[in-house]
């Protein structure tokens, strides 16, 4: 079974889309039905078997939104960096 994460990422824009991880395959959608979707055609069979937990990304007393906002921006910039090698 893979474990598979699902995160929202806000452009400089606003605008939120949702990265689906599973290992070292990923898939982006505008929702996050959309992206699970992708990344679950890219995976064998033996790793289809899932457990799906959903965790709310509002934000609460230890996990603002600037923090939240600042953590996707953060991660922007791993990414981008890890692309590019």
């Known amino acids: 079974m893979a474990t598979v994460s699902i ?13 689906a991880l599973a290992g070292n395959r990923y898939s982006v959608g505008k929702t996050a039905g959309q992206a699970l ?11 289809l078997s899932t457990l799906l937990v959903i965790q ?3 934000p609460d007393g230890f996990f603002g ?3 939240q906002e600042r953590l996707s921006e953060l991660m922007s910039l791993w990414r981008l960096a890890r692309d590019q090698g």
């Open 37 to 47: 979707d992708a990344l679950t055609a890219q995976l064998d069979d033996t790793e």
């Open 7 to 19: 995160l929202p990422i806000y452009a400089p824009s606003g605008e939120k889309t949702y990265r």
């Open 65 to 67: 939104v600037k923090q």
């Open 56 to 58: 709310s990304f509002h």
